[in-house]
């Protein structure tokens, strides 16, 4: 029998711990990061329509295209945000600005040569999960409007974009096969670690202590929390009854 890896459910409230017991899970490993970063070239290369098809598809339905209505605090009056989201379109400024955002955290995946359980990188990975929940994470974002985006959302793009890198890498005619399945599987790795960095600012986890992110969350744990203390104290009430009833009949 292999040997038993202990973790304390309570150190993955710490993100370098976190990191650590995610890698170990998933077999992360520096060469899997070797891997991500030798399909920087090809990536950037394609970068361009990679935005496109994303923007485009989150573009497609209503309930992903709302969060990029908002103006953004540097554009000018031409660059007002839109009022509906038949107005958004690849060309329009909101878009623009966030295609740019998303293209420098291409940039930041495929770029990235320290992959350690400490590496600043996995904060920056971290941080793009805060900045989603309606807290500003990042200091460029701390005047900025609020930015809220349900983790359905944000779990449904990592696995679109997943599929898309795939699609990229089995199609690219220059890459032989073992080189294509170390990417692909790198990739996959990533974007699963990726998307426990976003799940872990929106769920509530007794083990580790920690509580939803953002204020749209707060209020609605604590509406929950408020439920919650009605419903134990009913289903109190109804364990007290029945313990009476069943003394009375004995």
């Keep these: ?19 650590h017991y995610l890698k170990s899970f998933i077999q992360f490993t520096d060469e899997d990061g070797a891997a991500v970063q030798a399909a920087g070239p090809l990536l950037s290369q394609l970068l361009p329509a ?47 600005h966030r295609k740019d955002f998303l293209g420098q955290y291409f940039v930041k995946l495929v770029s990235n040569k320290d992959w350690s359980d400490a590496s600043p990188f996995w904060r920056y990975l971290d941080l793009v999960g805060v900045m989603h929940t309606g807290e500003p994470g990042f200091k460029h974002r701390a005047k900025r409007p609020e930015l809220r985006v349900e983790f359905i959302h944000m779990g449904l793009l990592l696995g679109w974009v997943e599929d898309l890198v ?15 399945t170390k990417v692909i ?63 009375r009949c004995l």
């Design 1 to 19: 029998m292999s040997k038993i890896t202990h973790i304390d459910p309570r150190s993955l409230s710490d993100l370098t711990a976190r990191v």
């Design 50 to 96: 990679i935005l496109d098809a994303v923007y485009s598809h989150l573009l497609s339905f209503d309930i992903t295209a709302k969060a990029f209505l908002p103006k953004q605090p540097e554009q000018d009056a031409a660059g007002a945000g839109a009022q509906k989201v038949e107005e958004l379109s690849l060309e329009h400024p909101n878009i623009k």
């Design 185 to 247: 599987r790198a990739f996959n790795k990533l974007l699963w670690i990726q998307n426990d960095l976003f799940a872990r600012h929106y769920v509530v986890d007794p083990a580790t202590g920690t509580l939803p992110k953002g204020s749209q969350a707060s209020k609605l744990l604590l509406a929950t929390s408020s439920n919650s203390t009605y419903a134990i104290a009913g289903s109190v009430a109804l364990a007290v009854g029945a313990t009476v009833l069943l003394l």
């Design 166 to 180: 795939a699609k990229t890498v089995l199609e690219e005619e220059s890459l032989d096969l073992p080189t294509k």
